[in-house]
Each structure stands twice: as C-alpha cells, then as structure tokens.
C-alpha cells in the first residue's frame, strides 16, 4: 500500500508491540529468536496457553490453544510462567512515554495502544515526524499503522514492517479493509469470539463479511457480526483517551508463602495504608488492582472494580478478600495499587444510629484531639497477622488508625 503524506479528517495512530506479554516474561526479544516458547497457562482451572514465539506459531500453535493440543503439536514447546506485573509496569511506561512526545494515549492492552496525531503535526514537523517520535519513544521496535479510525490503524500497524510505518488514506479506507484477513477482528474484544465461526464458514476477508449484507450479518453473527461488519466499512467510535492519575501504590511482603490468615491480615494492612496515603486527597476509588508475587516463578494480576466508588475500608476489603480464593499458588508477597479514582466525597453510606452513633462520635473528637497535639501519624493500630508465628516481631504489625 502507497504512503500518503497528506490525510483530512481524523488520523488516529495505532502503535503495536507483537507479543509483549510474552517478550517481558522471557526478558526480551533475543529470547524467543528460533525457539518455540508460549506463556504457559495460569491455573489449573484454565488449562490454554497465552501468547506463543514465532516459531511456535509456525508449527501450528496459537494463542488460547489447550495445552494439550499445544504439546501434541509441537512436543518442543517451551512453557514460561506469565508474569502480569512486570508487563503491566513494562505497558505503563511505555504509554508514559508516548505521552510525553504531547499525545492523548488510549491504552487498548499491554502492546496496542492509540492516539490522534492531529495536534501534534506542528509539534514534530508533519505526520512523519511524529511517528518516528512514537517508534523512538518506545525501545521494543514497534509496529506503526495509521489510518481515518482506530481499526483501520490497527490493521494498517499488523501489515507494517518494524522500521517501516503504514499509512491509509481516507480515501483508500474501506478498499484496504476490504483485503484483511479476518482475524484481524481477534485484536478487538466485541468481535474476537466472532473470529472461529466466521473461518469455519470460509469467509476470509473482511470483504467478504461486507458482502453479506447487513441483515444477514445480522442474523447469523448478532451484534458481533454487526460490529465486524461497521468495522469493516472504516466506521469506529471515536477514541476514549485515559486521564492521567496519581500512581498510589502499597506492597508488603510475606514472611512465609501466605494463604489464609495471613493474607487477609496483610491485605487489610495495604488497605489501610492506600486510604491513609494523603496523595488520594479525600477522593473515593473506582478500581484496584491486587496483585501478588507467587512462590513459583511468576506474578499473579487482578483487576477489582468497585460497585460504587467508596473510600470506606471495610467494604473495599470485603470485595477484595474474595479474589484472594483466586491465588493459583501461595504468594511470597501481595500489592494494592489505585486502578481509577472516584469523586471526594464524605458520604460512605454507614447506617449508624442511637448509642453507637454518640460513640463514634466521641471517638472522632478523641482522635482529633490527640492527632492535633502529637501529629497525624500518632495513632496506630495492632493488628494479629500470624498469631502462631515462632517470632514475636511477625505476631503483629501496626497500621494507620482510620475513621
């Protein structure tokens, strides 16, 4: 496909990095070089493979693969554990760093994102300019597309050579989808179990689906096949870029693998602390992230979203002390980190009334008192985290008094 140098209306970039997941868990590209490698699966209850090398997928292995299958095809396949940590802080900065050449980024997952080039032409001197600003940012050889929407970038970066962007005209858009294989669409979450049904049918082409007509798109496929079809007519929605937010993060390490008792006690300890931080600025939160470090070699990630945002601890640990059941193995350390910030707000919805509410509130005048006199750090908890630990210094450990 010819470069265009000059694009009217919206040109959205898509900036994607092949296989960054399974880039971080084996500490980079020379690695997979002519092995065949793939995440190995992370639980027993999900026995499928994630991302796989090249080489890998050149035997006939894919992603989301049994493990079985995997092996039965190629009995060389290397399995490495996942490590969502590391790719989570590895994405996180390189999303950073796309934003500090000036773009607006909306981080898709880790190794694709998007932004609109539009404002920052003048900043770098043209459309070429920002995407070598974009592929220098970023030190994992990027693939670069860009395009009228978001799927046609995505699908312009999938064809791109490292070194090498490229471009669709508006003009072109809908031509140029038209010659996309269809697994194109397994890069988008609403049509990526559309994918499957549509190969087994012999459609190959986004073209093809085109050719279908919207009502029998409709019928067979739902609103998958409803979005594959406006997709492939270079309609999208527009771009949602992320705001900015504070990082607040609290971790803590285990003085044995910890299960039980034990995590919970430190998970209502990184609780305590993420409230106390004076960062969040009285504001409620949204999402967490909880995430741990596992005996064996690897990390283990959740994404907690809040029904409504709180700032109330006990409910905050109440929704997160059921994701710890989730733990594929024991953990040697737990992390807590803010995933989005709700309004500040004083209201958290506690039904006090009578007796206990008169307590409280003597309590809270007690607690202003001694704070005011010995500082906002003088009062402390005792919490019991390993009652039957041979060491009295890991029986207990303090934590901020909330209210």
Request: charged residues 25%.
């Amino acid at each position: 496909m010819r470069r265009r140098r000059e694009n009217r209306g919206p040109l959205i970039v898509c900036v994607h990095v092949p296989r960054f997941q399974l880039r971080v868990a084996c500490g980079g590209a020379a690695e997979l070089l002519g092995a065949a490698v793939a995440i190995a699966p992370s639980g027993a209850a999900a026995m499928r493979i994630s991302e796989v090398s090249a080489s890998a997928q050149a035997q006939g292995v894919q992603a989301g693969m049994a493990l079985g299958e995997a092996l039965a095809r190629c009995p060389k396949l290397q399995l490495v554990p996942g490590d969502p940590i590391r790719v989570e802080q590895a994405w996180e900065q390189a999303v950073r760093t796309l934003e500090g050449i000036g773009a607006h980024v909306e981080p898709d997952r880790p190794g694709l994102a998007y932004f609109d080039a539009a404002g920052l032409l003048g900043m770098h001197g043209g459309l070429d300019g920002v995407i070598a600003a974009a592929g220098t940012a970023l030190l994992r050889r990027p693939r670069i597309g860009a395009g009228p929407t978001r799927f046609c970038a995505l699908a312009a970066a999938l064809a791109a050579r490292p070194r090498r962007a490229r471009i669709i005209a508006e003009c072109e858009a809908r031509r140029y989808l038209a010659t996309q294989p269809v697994s194109t669409l397994r890069h988008r979450s609403e049509t990526e179990p559309l994918v499957p049904a549509v190969e087994r049918l012999g459609i190959s082409t986004l073209g093809d689906i085109v050719k279908l007509g919207a009502g029998a798109v409709a019928d067979r496929f739902g609103e998958p096949g409803t979005i594959a079809r406006r997709l492939a007519l270079a309609h999208d929605e527009p771009l949602r870029p992320r705001r900015v937010e504070d990082q607040l993060t609290e971790s803590m390490k285990l003085a044995d693998a910890g299960s039980g008792l034990l995590l919970q006690r430190t998970l209502e300890v990184l609780v305590n602390r993420l409230l106390a931080r004076p960062e969040r600025r009285g504001r409620t939160i949204r999402a967490l992230i909880l995430s741990a470090r596992l005996v064996e070699r690897g990390t283990w990630r959740e994404h907690v979203a809040l029904r409504e945002a709180i700032a109330d601890p006990h409910r905050i640990l109440l929704a997160l002390t059921a994701r710890l059941q989730l733990l594929p193995t024991p953990a040697v350390a737990l992390e807590l980190a803010v995933a989005e910030f709700g309004p500040a707000t004083d209201d958290q919805r506690t039904l006090l009334d009578g007796e206990r509410t008169a307590r409280d509130a003597r309590r809270r005048k007690a607690v202003g008192q001694v704070r005011a006199l010995a500082g906002p750090h003088a009062l402390l908890r005792v919490l019991v985290v390993a009652p039957d630990s041979p060491l009295p210094e890991h029986r207990t450990m303090s934590t901020p008094w909330l209210e």
